[in-house]
């Protein structure tokens, strides 16, 4: 009879579990390190969860593998920052409708002595000037939003470093990594080299050591940041209900306001901007 008792209350534990999880509500939302990395979502999402009872899952990837996690359908919002890939992946019919939610910008970061004399030039020369004295340059080299920014400003600078490594006429001042922001500028940091890093990452970046902003200002360096619903007609395991409430929490006039008020030492890290046409 206890042996049975103990078999009753196990089974009966078991099924409250599966009960609970069952009832959890959550999305899964691809998003970019640098949303990750600059402590975004650790400020965001509770406030987001704390009012609607639904969980958000990031799965944290360059923007390319963001994006590639929602071509499968391993995630119901996408939530990135390079808006040719994104405008691509909308024309594919992977995504619903795009929203701009929030910008900042790109600045370039090198040793504080600056060894290439870099310092408040603008950055195509900044990047010329670093290729013709074969100063070391990190590249996250994983195709997310930041390499992809990078190499359409080595481009600006008539330089094109994918046609260079494909060739290998690159020398090895030039060192793409293949790994996140944070990693990219460790490496900087560790070999005195120069890296191109969003703003938000590098302001809640703890590792600064001898590494410095020297380039920063440019409106080429601009970086807009948009959100979009997997699309369920792909994907019929997309949570299009929950997912799309939290996009239009995110460019919600209250959704909006928290991103605004995500600050580092008082500077804002993220600027919303949902109402912006064409961003």
């Given at each position: 009879?206890?042996?049975?008792?103990?078999?009753?209350?196990?089974?009966?534990?078991?099924?409250?579990?599966?009960?609970?999880?069952?009832?959890?509500?959550?999305?899964?939302?691809?998003?970019?390190?640098?949303?990750?990395?600059?402590?975004?979502?650790v400020y965001l999402l509770p406030i987001y969860?704390?009012?609607?009872?639904?969980?958000?899952?990031?799965?944290?990837?360059?923007?390319?593998?963001?994006?590639?996690?929602?071509?499968?359908?391993?995630?119901?919002?996408?939530?990135?920052?390079?808006?040719?890939?994104?405008?691509?992946?909308?024309?594919?019919?992977?995504?619903?409708?795009?929203?701009?939610?929030?910008?900042?910008?790109?600045?370039?970061?090198?040793?504080?002595?600056?060894?290439?004399?870099?310092?408040?030039?603008?950055?195509?020369?900044?990047?010329?000037?670093?290729?013709?004295?074969?100063?070391?340059?990190?590249?996250?080299?994983?195709?997310?939003?930041?390499?992809?920014?990078?190499?359409?400003?080595?481009?600006?600078?008539?330089?094109?470093?994918?046609?260079?490594?494909?060739?290998?006429?690159?020398?090895?001042?030039?060192?793409?990594?293949?790994?996140?922001?944070?990693?990219?500028?460790?490496?900087?940091?560790?070999?005195?080299?120069?890296?191109?890093?969003?703003?938000?990452?590098?302001?809640?970046?703890?590792?600064?050591?001898?590494?410095?902003?020297?380039?920063?200002?440019?409106?080429?360096?601009?970086?807009?940041?948009?959100?979009?619903?997997?699309?369920?007609?792909?994907?019929?395991?997309?949570?299009?209900?929950?997912?799309?409430?939290?996009?239009?929490?995110?460019?919600?006039?209250?959704?909006?306001?928290?991103?605004?008020?995500?600050?580092?030492?008082?500077?804002?890290?993220?600027?919303?901007?949902?109402?912006?046409?064409?961003?």
């Open positions: 009879m206890v042996i049975t008792c103990r078999a009753l209350l196990a089974a009966a534990l078991c099924l409250a579990a599966f009960t609970s999880a069952a009832q959890e509500k959550f999305i899964t939302v691809a998003s970019t390190t640098s949303t990750e990395q600059s402590g975004l979502f969860e704390q009012q609607t009872g639904v969980k958000v899952r990031v799965v944290a990837l360059g923007t390319g593998q963001a994006l590639d996690t929602g071509r499968r359908g391993d995630a119901d919002v996408v939530f990135v920052h390079a808006k040719p890939q994104e405008e691509k992946f909308l024309a594919e019919g992977f995504g619903v409708k795009r929203f701009p939610v929030m910008y900042n910008d790109f600045v370039l970061i090198g040793p504080k002595s600056d060894p290439a004399g870099v310092r408040a030039k603008d950055i195509e020369t900044a990047l010329k000037t670093i290729k013709a004295k074969e100063a070391p340059f990190i590249s996250r080299g994983d195709k997310s939003g930041t390499h992809a920014a990078e190499l359409a400003l080595w481009k600006a600078a008539g330089i094109d470093i994918e046609k260079d490594l494909s060739r290998k006429t690159l020398g090895p001042w030039y060192k793409a990594i293949g790994q996140g922001m944070g990693a990219a500028l460790n490496t900087a940091g560790a070999s005195g080299g120069y890296v191109l890093s969003d703003r938000g990452t590098w302001l809640n970046f703890k590792n600064k050591g001898d590494l410095s902003v020297l380039v920063e200002g440019d409106q080429r360096l601009f970086n807009q940041y948009g959100v979009m619903l997997v699309n369920p007609d792909k994907h019929p395991n997309v949570k299009k209900e929950l997912g799309q409430q939290f996009i239009d929490w995110l460019v919600s006039a209250e959704g909006q306001k928290a991103i605004a008020d995500y600050k580092i030492n008082g500077q804002p890290l993220f600027f919303p901007n949902a109402g912006v046409p064409g961003a």
